[in-house]
């Protein structure tokens, strides 16, 4: 803290000698002239004898005979006492001062002030024109051009209280401004009363030309103005007096030299001469050289971390290795790099792993403890405790959950053989395994341990342990030992609806009806997890790939990852969004509120899959059939139904019930989650085709009652204005004879 301080306050005091530096010029003058006189530095177009100025204009005369010695310009009385490139020259102020005897009369020491520049002029921006007293006048006069130009002031007052430090004002004090380029000033002072009314308090006026700021008038100064010496004035300089174009005209004469700019002065005729910026030296002499700024810290602002690099007129910063940034104080300065961290934390882990297993060599017995810890605190992490009470606060879970240990699923998979692997994805990896007692499971091992997908594996479990359904895949158990968690599921022979349809896998002819019954199959399970089941649970991710196939094909919907357990007295949930791009509910997407009509939509894209045997999203399809809703959709408003269709599954006798399927599908799709059918309707309206299918013989009321249905579309969905209870009644009657039947 400390140091930083210090380090602070040094880098201000050299910014602050820095800038103080840039004011005066460096003293550079013509090898072998004298570059100073006394404290006065005299830099090249000045110089003290011929050979060394630039003209005679410039000449600075310096007198040693006093200590320490004076500069003068030219030959005359004007002091100078500081020369900088900004075309500025201090000198010293000239004063007239009249000094009256108490009887009126005049002392003899009374001055005026000439002041005579041969091509300089006085500063007008700088200046001001004083006088001082308590019974005076004084007139400035000069020559502007050619012309003689007056001005003056007055200052008047009876006593030493009408005088007010610090107020020039007319009272003691009177200041006036004057215009530019005046030369051959004379300043002269006059008094009304020759100071008789005044004497004991003010026996002299004065009157001077001086810097505006270095006076700061006070009621001593009616007595006490004695030191000629002390006001500093400005006279401006420049070079000839031409403009910075003619000039250049004649390099001959040209006084700026390389690296410098040439720049006119306001209100005055020549130039003066400017190094370029991050250039110094003197621009009238040898010209400007480049600041090396890397060579003093506090010329740049490059960062510790980063490297300086010099170039002409500027200087860069770049970070070192293994950081990133701009590298400069005012900028971003220098990060280190993420890898680098990594090297870094890599390195030291990698040493204290190393120190590690060697000491393990020594406490063998003591990592094997450790070892079981670990397993303890795996099984924490993971949820493993909040799960078992979960389990054992759920009542009427039919299935127990088998909580497997770590070496059970490790030897069931061959130690995670890749030739075990049966499927992968954003979630994680699927081996298959086989059991001791011979049963062949699928185990999902989760990819990462990130908190959230612990929730959701536990999720997974907990969803699934309430569900009893022979279309839902059963879940065994889990492994909570491991870094990441596993769950064991009951293995499913034939793969997944997604290549069933798309890998062209065992396709016949009579594949509609498989379909049907497999779309049947997932609505039933739906149906069930939203409204049967003891808590309400949705999907979240109907897709494809996500219903399995067993041996006879049946449906068995996998995967609850994602699933929500919706409380009773809850229709509506704010989730993260999430699901499958293709199938998402673009509903839900756009308002976050996940309800039991995003699953709908979801399986209404299911349904056209199995219609059209066309992927839910193919990129390398031109854009208006890139979503297979949207495209489904446009089809069938364009009535060419029968142009996307699969054409293994169209025959003479399904066309009506494909149509049916269509227009049904159609209702999942529906943008609005109000206006889509619930999943108990697109269920049993599944199960009525099927029945029809099966049973042509069926209730021709019944019959003739579909199909008017799909003919004339009830905005409402698929409904089929039947009651819950209706179709319970209808399930009763004739799914069970079905099932039977397979
Ligand atoms: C004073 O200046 C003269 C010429 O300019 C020089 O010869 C002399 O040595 C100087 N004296 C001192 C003390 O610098
Ligand atoms: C004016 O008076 C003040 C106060 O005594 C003094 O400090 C200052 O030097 C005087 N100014 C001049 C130019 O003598």
Same mark, same amino acid.
């Given at each position: 803290?400390?140091?930083? $301080?210090?380090?602070?306050?040094? %880098? ?29 530095? #005299?830099?090249?177009? !000045? ?28 030959? =005359? ?14 000198? /010293? ?38 006088? %001082? ?29 009408? %005088? ?33 009314? *005044?004497?004991? !308090?003010?026996?002299?006026? &004065? ?107 500027? &200087? ?25 961290? #990594? ?9 204290? #792993? ?37 389990l054992s606060s759920q009542e009427g879970s039919n299935e127990t959950v088998k909580i497997f240990s770590a070496e059970e699923l490790e030897k069931a998979t061959d130690k995670y053989a890749e030739n075990k692997i049966i499927g992968q994805g954003g979630y994680g990896t699927v081996y298959k395994g086989t059991l001791t007692n011979g049963r062949i499971v699928a185990i999902k091992k989760s990819k990462m341990v990130d908190k959230s997908q612990i929730e959701q594996f536990i999720n997974e479990v907990l969803v699934l342990s309430q569900i009893n359904h022979r279309n839902v ?23 997944? /609806? ?15 009806? *498989?379909?049907?019954? #497999? ?84 399986? $209404?894209?299911? /349904? ?10 193919? !990129? ?10 949207? &495209? !489904?959709?446009? =089809? /069938? ?6 142009? *996307? ?95 039977? $039947?397979?």
């Amino acid at each position: 803290m400390g140091d930083q $301080g210090v380090v602070l306050l040094q %880098v201000t005091v050299i910014w602050v000698v820095l800038a103080a530096m840039a004011a005066p010029a460096a003293a550079q003058s013509k090898p072998g002239c004298p570059d100073r006189c006394g404290n006065v530095s #005299i830099p090249y177009p !000045f110089g003290t004898r011929e050979g060394c100025y630039l003209n005679e204009e410039f000449l600075i005369t310096c007198d040693n005979s006093t200590s320490p010695p004076k500069a003068f310009l030219t030959n =005359s009385n004007i002091n100078v006492t500081n020369i900088n490139f900004d075309g500025e020259l201090h000198v /010293l102020s000239l004063m007239a001062r009249n000094c009256y005897y108490p009887n009126g009369t005049e002392q003899p020491n009374s001055t005026t002030a000439s002041f005579s520049l041969s091509i300089f002029s006085i500063s007008d921006t700088l200046n001001k024109f004083f006088a %001082v007293g308590c019974d005076t006048y004084a007139l400035l006069q000069g020559y502007q051009g050619g012309d003689l130009y007056t001005t003056g002031c007055m200052s008047i007052c009876s006593s030493e209280k009408q %005088v007010q430090d610090g107020s020039c004002s007319g009272a003691g004090c009177c200041q006036v401004s004057f215009p530019e380029g005046l030369d051959d000033t004379t300043l002269t002072l006059s008094s009304y009363f020759n100071h008789t009314k *005044v004497h004991d !308090f003010n026996p002299c006026s &004065y009157a001077f030309i001086a810097e505006e700021s270095a006076f700061n008038f006070s009621s001593k100064n009616l007595t006490n103005l004695q030191d000629m010496e002390k006001l500093p004035r400005v006279v401006d300089w420049s070079i000839g007096n031409e403009t910075c174009q003619v000039a250049k005209t004649n390099p001959s004469s040209y006084a700026c030299k390389e690296n410098s700019t040439c720049s006119e002065p306001s209100g005055r005729s020549g130039y003066l001469c400017k190094c370029f910026d991050g250039y110094h030296g003197n621009p009238y002499l040898d010209g400007c050289q480049d600041i090396d700024e890397c060579e003093n810290s506090s010329l740049n602002k490059c960062v510790e971390k980063a490297r300086c690099k010099n170039i002409p007129g500027n &200087y860069t910063c770049s970070c070192r290795k293994g950081y990133h940034g701009d590298g400069r104080e005012d900028g971003d300065g220098c990060n280190p790099n993420m890898l680098q961290v #990594i090297q870094i934390a890599l390195g030291v882990s990698i040493g204290l #792993i190393s120190l590690l297993m060697g000491s393990s060599w020594l406490y063998w017995g003591l990592k094997k403890r450790k070892f079981i810890k670990l397993k303890k605190k795996f099984f924490e992490q993971n949820g493993g405790l909040m799960l078992r009470q979960q389990l054992s606060s759920q009542e009427g879970s039919n299935e127990t959950v088998k909580i497997f240990s770590a070496e059970e699923l490790e030897k069931a998979t061959d130690k995670y053989a890749e030739n075990k692997i049966i499927g992968q994805g954003g979630y994680g990896t699927v081996y298959k395994g086989t059991l001791t007692n011979g049963r062949i499971v699928a185990i999902k091992k989760s990819k990462m341990v990130d908190k959230s997908q612990i929730e959701q594996f536990i999720n997974e479990v907990l969803v699934l342990s309430q569900i009893n359904h022979r279309n839902v895949v059963k879940l065994l158990g889990c492994c909570l030992e491991t870094e990441v968690p596993l769950l064991v599921y009951e293995f499913i022979t034939n793969g997944t /609806l997604f290549d069933y349809i798309h890998k062209g896998k065992k396709i016949s002819t009579s594949s509609w009806e *498989v379909r049907l019954r #497999i779309a049947t199959e997932t609505a039933e399970v739906l149906s069930y997890l939203h409204s049967a089941a003891s808590t309400p649970i949705i999907h979240r991710d109907v897709k494809s790939t996500n219903i399995l196939l067993d041996d006879n094909y049946t449906a068995k919907v996998s995967d609850f990852g994602a699933s929500r357990l919706v409380p009773l007295d809850q229709t509506q949930l704010s989730t993260m969004v999430q699901g499958t791009l293709g199938y998402l509910d673009p509903e839900y997407l756009l308002t976050s509120q996940l309800t039991e009509k995003s699953d709908v939509y979801s399986f $209404g894209v299911v /349904l056209v899959e199995l219609l059209t045997a066309k992927k839910a999203l193919s !990129f390398d399809k031109p854009e208006e059939e890139r979503s297979l809703a949207m &495209y !489904f959709l446009s =089809s /069938l408003k364009d009535d060419r139904l029968f142009q *996307v269709l699969d054409e293994r599954i169209v025959n003479e006798e399904n066309i009506e019930q494909l149509k049916e399927t269509a227009n049904l599908a159609k209702k999942c799709l529906k943008l609005k989650g109000d206006e889509r059918p619930t999943m108990k309707e697109v269920a049993m309206k599944l199960e009525r085709m099927r029945m029809v299918e099966m049973h042509p013989w069926t209730d021709p009321e019944e019959n003739e009652y579909l199909l008017g249905e799909s003919s004339h579309t009830v905005d409402n969905g698929c409904s089929i204005g039947s009651t819950n209870t209706a179709y319970d009644s209808l399930k009763g009657h004739i799914m069970l004879p079905v099932k039977d $039947g397979r």
